[in-house]
């Protein structure tokens, strides 16, 4: 089994430093019901990420987009 990080890992993103993330969300309401645990801890973890960055006065990073 791969790992989630390193060289053999499922996926992976690289981002210049300060680049905002969006994360983009096709049928919301389906992945909510589906998955609801999943669902609240992207919330959860999106807003304490932002929550961080505003707590060091720097804009917001992240976004979550409902397509």
Known sequence: ???LHGPKALSGLRLPAGESIEIVLSDSATVAKSYPEIFTDL?????????????AQRDIRITVIEA
């Open 43 to 55: 919330l959860r973890l999106v807003r304490y990420a932002n929550n961080l960055y505003a707590e």
């Open 1 to 3: 089994m791969t790992d």
